[in-house]
């Protein structure tokens, strides 16, 4: 530590937090776990749920993995790093299931699933094996903000065109019903997630045209 | 006999891990460029689900659910390792993992080769780590009928992704608008493909 003291909040820290969420967003851009962004997201509030927990696990996870990182051997870090993940999906899971157990019910295996959530191990892998706390927390944060983003996104219209309710809800008022307009059905099956993440992907790269593939 | 072909039949189709689950999506999405890798990292998945999941159904059965551990002695029929299962689960995935990699890069060197970083990426993917939570979740009956579960999830996935691999092969050739083109188009397709899929799902086993 032998140059000056980092500003918590510098300019390159800030970075690290923002990043994810647009040009580096890990579902979008870095093609990481997509399973659970999918699974999840008939409504909102699972969605939510799912997208606070993995933040817990990826953040904390992130700072574990990087205090310790001057420690692990590089030919078992794959067993540590899922070591790290299990113990911390143990605790969430048990959390879900003491304080809010009807979603944990609604999010079945897909908690468990957190575990091989290819952000986590991405991160641990690209960030946190090679950079101090604070800023491996931020990376952690950021990156599980950007997923949680598309999920919330994912989330609301799916439960919106689907159920016609926002967080439960009904926000489509009763006399569209009346005039004919119908929930399409359609929205809560899972191959929508996928339209709809392809959609968000083609409005994202039509406005980022860096992230166009050849 | 009927009921194992008809859970074997049934996570093939009905319960498919990509199109009904959106399992094991990230290996699934980055190997399907060419329909040989995708092949070969389809068996592999076949081969470590079928062997983990009855792996991990005897663990569940003699260990972890709530009061398995009787048969060890009557004062432990209480005790529940219920929680223990993700890391328990884990690790059995982990050690068949490596276990493949040795026999694939001992058999068959060109294909070790060829799958490169995806063939250890199989113990981070959730359709290896899902079929053992379904199997938890569903309570089989008894063994046989957990490792006709793991196959048959095993053979959903490999159609899947030697599906989207054959048409990602073709639709290099296509007007795709810039935006699409890669991962866009490949999750719309996707899309489509799971509404095919759906199509099984009134069939009655």
Same mark, same amino acid.
């Given at each position: 530590?032998?140059?000056?003291?980092?500003?918590?909040?510098?300019?390159?820290?800030?970075?690290?937090? *923002?990043?994810?969420?647009?040009?580096?967003?890990?579902? *979008?851009?870095?093609?990481?776990?997509?399973?659970?962004?999918?699974?999840?997201? #008939?409504?909102?509030?699972?969605?939510? #749920?799912?997208?606070?927990?993995?933040?817990?696990?990826?953040?904390?996870?992130?700072?574990?993995?990087?205090?310790?990182? +001057? *420690?692990?051997?590089?030919?078992? $870090?794959?067993?540590?790093?899922?070591?790290?993940?299990?113990?911390?999906?143990?605790?969430?899971?048990?959390?879900?299931?003491?304080?809010?157990?009807?979603?944990?019910?609604?999010?079945? #295996? &897909?908690?468990?699933?957190?575990?091989?959530?290819?952000?986590?191990?991405?991160? &641990?892998?690209?960030?946190?094996?090679?950079?101090?706390?604070?800023?491996?927390?931020?990376?952690?944060?950021?990156?599980?903000?950007?997923?949680?983003?598309?999920?919330?996104?994912?989330?609301?219209? $799916?439960?919106?065109?689907?159920?016609? *309710?926002? @967080?439960?809800?009904?926000?489509?008022?009763? &006399?569209?019903?009346?005039?004919?307009?119908?929930?399409?059905?359609?929205?809560?099956?899972?191959?929508?997630?996928?339209?709809?993440?392809?959609?968000?992907? @083609?409005?994202?790269?039509? +406005?980022? +045209?860096?992230?166009?593939?050849? | 006999?009927?009921?194992?072909? %008809?859970?074997?039949?049934?996570?093939?189709?009905?319960?498919?891990?990509?199109?009904?689950?959106?399992?094991?999506?990230?290996?699934?999405?980055?190997?399907? =460029?060419?329909?040989?890798?995708?092949?070969?990292?389809?068996?592999?998945?076949?081969?470590?689900?079928?062997?983990?999941?009855?792996?991990?159904?005897?663990?569940? =059965?003699?260990?972890? %659910?709530?009061?398995?551990?009787?048969?060890?002695?009557?004062?432990?029929?209480?005790?529940?390792?219920?929680?223990?299962?993700?890391?328990?689960?884990?690790?059995?995935?982990?050690?068949?993992?490596? !276990?493949?990699?040795?026999?694939?890069? =001992?058999?068959?060197?060109?294909?070790?080769?060829?799958?490169?970083?995806?063939?250890?990426?199989?113990?981070?993917?959730?359709?290896?780590?899902?079929? %053992?939570?379904?199997?938890?979740?569903?309570?089989?009956?008894?063994?046989?009928?957990?490792?006709?579960?793991?196959?048959?999830?095993?053979?959903?996935?490999?159609?899947?992704?030697?599906?989207?691999?054959?048409?990602?092969?073709?639709?290099?050739?296509?007007?795709?608008?810039?935006?699409?083109?890669?991962?866009?188009?490949?999750?719309?397709?996707?899309? !489509?493909?799971?509404?095919?899929?759906? %199509?099984?799902?009134?069939? =009655?086993?």
């Amino acid at each position: 530590m032998s140059n000056t003291k980092e500003n918590l909040f510098s300019p390159k820290n800030i970075k690290l937090l *923002t990043a994810p969420l647009s040009r580096e967003n890990p579902i *979008t851009v870095q093609v990481l776990g997509i399973c659970s962004a999918l699974a999840v997201t #008939v409504k909102l509030q699972p969605a939510f #749920v799912m997208a606070i927990s993995v933040m817990a696990v990826v953040a904390v996870g992130n700072v574990v993995i990087s205090l310790l990182r +001057k *420690t692990i051997a590089p030919r078992i $870090r794959i067993i540590v790093q899922l070591v790290v993940i299990a113990a911390l999906v143990i605790l969430v899971d048990q959390v879900l299931k003491a304080f809010v157990y009807d979603i944990s019910k609604q999010l079945s #295996v &897909f908690v468990g699933l957190i575990i091989t959530n290819c952000i986590i191990m991405g991160r &641990f892998e690209a960030f946190a094996m090679s950079n101090k706390a604070w800023p491996s927390f931020l990376d952690g944060v950021g990156n599980s903000a950007g997923y949680g983003i598309i999920l919330i996104i994912v989330a609301f219209f $799916r439960e919106l065109l689907g159920s016609g *309710t926002v @967080w439960g809800y009904h926000v489509v008022p009763q &006399f569209m019903y009346d005039i004919g307009y119908k929930n399409n059905g359609l929205m809560i099956l899972p191959p929508m997630a996928l339209i709809v993440v392809g959609i968000i992907i @083609w409005v994202q790269r039509t +406005k980022d +045209k860096v992230l166009i593939e050849n | 006999m009927e009921n194992l072909i %008809s859970i074997f039949v049934r996570s093939i189709f009905i319960d498919n891990m990509i199109f009904a689950y959106f399992l094991g999506m990230c290996s699934y999405l980055a190997v399907s =460029k060419t329909v040989k890798t995708s092949v070969g990292l389809g068996i592999a998945v076949v081969f470590v689900l079928g062997i983990t999941v009855p792996v991990d159904y005897l663990l569940n =059965k003699y260990l972890l %659910s709530a009061g398995s551990l009787s048969w060890i002695s009557p004062a432990l029929a209480d005790v529940d390792l219920n929680f223990l299962s993700f890391i328990i689960f884990i690790a059995v995935i982990a050690s068949m993992v490596q !276990l493949v990699e040795m026999i694939i890069e =001992k058999f068959a060197p060109a294909l070790y080769t060829s799958l490169g970083i995806f063939l250890p990426l199989i113990a981070v993917n959730c359709a290896i780590l899902g079929g %053992s939570l379904f199997m938890q979740e569903r309570e089989y009956a008894n063994i046989a009928e957990a490792t006709s579960f793991g196959l048959g999830s095993g053979v959903g996935w490999f159609l899947a992704i030697v599906g989207i691999a054959a048409i990602r092969e073709k639709i290099r050739y296509s007007q795709v608008p810039a935006p699409l083109r890669g991962l866009g188009i490949t999750f719309i397709i996707t899309g !489509l493909m799971g509404i095919a899929f759906m %199509s099984f799902m009134g069939i =009655k086993l």
